[in-house]
């Protein structure tokens, strides 16, 4: 029989012999604690006593009611229908569900919520992998908040699965969240709404709110140097908030709100069934004064809905009203050859964009543009600018694949072109150590635009990108417009086959060949 089936008095006697057990097996008595589930003091006191002096103690003679016993059952069939919820989601519903749920903390749930899966036999599955965070000097009110997108999965009343999309802010300041759920994933129009929804939310507005570099928000990265889209880019300047930008694949850049993605996730969505997106949305609210912004903060230890107090008169005023976009996205089957038809013409999609005949897309039509977003995952596909012909076919170079080989070409004929200056070098070389993701796209630009120049232009505009810091090829070209004239397209000075080395090899005396090596290798 467990341990947690028996009455009181009689698991506490198994609890003092399986101390005394573990003890001489050489654990130490924090070890014990977990295990059985038990506070350290109430482990060593039971080390200490012997059997006659335990059983004649009070506190094996007590019986103990648990203040949360009387849902014992509720609890139960919730664990044996979700095994992964945390005690602190237990604690939430429990909350949410019963108006007269006595005040207990969250140490007495963890404990009841512990007995309940020992009793039950109903194990918590365990984590693969754990990510290591460091911790990161605070902020002044009022200065930062962190916005991102999530998504998860699911089940409706009828148990079919479905998707739903979410956009998180959180002020880094007082950790005051703000959640909003959508259907659909987020439009450069949807995602405004809830930006708006989030200022409404607090009553104010950062001066700073760090972001992802996701395409919802961004136009074009111009080779590292990000565009928003004219939506958004009319938003923040209508708002007067700036627009930080992480590194992509950096989520540690914006660690406050990736937690808070995740505590959407787990705390609150994790085996709740969808209803509508109408309720989910106010039961998000509800959840965010009962709970997230309710509670003490894991971090902090503060209560954020106290702090923000103190933040709120550090925060922008915000002045305007949130109006819901009505333009829904429409759906689109994929071809074989991963494009889709629209108005007579088609557009290119990544490759393996098509698993079948009844592959579809989401598409949305924004500013003269096609936004295409995968049906499976939500995510933002690709975006097109709409021909105004018919019968066209418009591909985006991107769903082509860049190797090293054209890398590696782009180099040699940069370095052709300009007859091997060392300025070019330099400024190659320097553009791969700032921009590596970018360094390829750069090249293809360079190469196209540098055929319209003499060498002397190029060598000039190099010289004053590397003295102003400018490494991006649609600046340097259009300073070579500036300073020098346009001539008729020219082939490079000298025809070479090979590598870059090989190239140098036959360059002009003036150059050091291990000057080439040590920027290229």
Same mark, same amino acid.
């Given at each position: ?46 080390? #200490?006593?012997? %059997?006659?002096?335990? &059983? ?5 003679? +007590?019986? !103990?009611? $648990? *203040? ?48 309940? #899966?020992?009793? %039950?036999?109903?194990? &918590? ?5 754990? +990510?290591? !965070?460091? $911790? *990161? ?64 939310? !607090? ?319």
């Amino acid at each position: 029989m467990n341990a947690y089936e028996l009455e009181s008095p009689e698991r506490k006697l198994v609890m003092w012999y399986k101390c005394k057990e573990k003890f001489e097996k050489g654990l130490s008595k924090a070890q014990i604690a977990r295990e059985l589930g038990l506070d350290v003091k109430t482990v060593r006191r039971y080390l #200490r006593m012997s %059997y006659d002096e335990f &059983k004649s103690s009070g506190s094996y003679k +007590r019986m !103990y009611i $648990k *203040v949360l016993d009387p849902y014992e059952g509720m609890v139960s069939s919730w664990l044996e229908e979700h095994p992964d919820l945390s005690a602190s989601q237990i604690h939430d519903w429990l909350r949410e569900r019963y108006a007269d749920l006595p005040e207990v903390n969250s140490k007495t749930v963890f404990n009841f919520v512990k007995c309940i #899966r020992a009793k %039950y036999n109903i194990d &918590k599955p365990q984590a693969t992998s754990r +990510r290591q !965070y460091m $911790k *990161v000097e605070e902020t002044p009110f009022g200065e930062y908040a962190q916005a991102d997108f999530g998504e998860m999965w699911m089940k409706t009343a009828d148990k079919r699965d479905l998707k739903v999309y979410f956009f998180v802010m959180v002020l880094c300041g007082s950790r005051k969240k703000y959640v909003y759920f959508s259907r659909s994933p987020f439009t450069a129009e949807m995602a405004v709404y809830a930006h708006e929804k989030a200022f409404e939310y !607090y009553g104010g507005k950062p001066r700073k709110i760090i972001y992802d570099q996701d395409a919802v928000l961004i136009h074009d990265e111009n080779l590292g140097d990000c565009v928003l889209t004219k939506t958004f880019n009319a938003f923040v300047n209508q708002e007067h908030f700036e627009c930080v930008f992480c590194r992509k694949s950096d989520p540690e850049s914006k660690g406050k709100v990736e937690n808070a993605v995740k505590y959407v996730k787990y705390n609150f969505l994790r085996g709740r069934t969808f209803e509508s997106v109408e309720q989910l949305n106010e039961d998000g609210v509800r959840w965010l004064s009962r709970t997230a912004n309710g509670l003490p903060h894991n971090g902090t230890h503060l209560v954020p809905d106290e702090v923000f107090k103190e933040e709120n008169g550090h925060l922008i005023p915000y002045y305007g009203r949130p109006m819901m976009p009505e333009r829904p996205m429409k759906e689109y089957t994929v071809q074989k050859s991963n494009l889709i038809n629209y108005r007579g013409n088609g557009y290119s999609l990544p490759s393996g964009t098509y698993k079948g005949p009844r592959t579809t897309v989401w598409v949305n039509v924004n500013d003269g543009r096609l936004e295409i977003y995968s049906k499976e995952t939500g995510k933002l596909i690709h975006i097109h600018e709409i021909s105004s012909e018919k019968g066209q076919y418009i591909s985006a170079p991107c769903h082509r694949r860049s190797t090293s080989a054209s890398c590696k070409a782009h180099e040699k004929t940069v370095m052709e072109y300009c007859s091997y200056d060392e300025l070019a070098m330099l400024w190659m070389a320097n553009l791969k150590r700032n921009k590596p993701r970018y360094y390829t796209q750069n090249l293809s630009v360079l190469v196209k635009g540098m055929r319209h120049f003499a060498p002397s232009t190029l060598h000039n505009a190099f010289e004053k990108c590397i003295d102003r810091g400018m490494y991006n090829a649609k600046d340097y070209l259009t300073l070579c417009d500036r300073i020098g004239k346009r001539i008729p397209v020219r082939e490079p000075s000298t025809t070479l086959h090979g590598s870059l080395s090989e190239a140098i090899k036959q360059s002009p005396d003036k150059t050091d060949i291990n000057q080439y090596n040590q920027y290229f290798s």
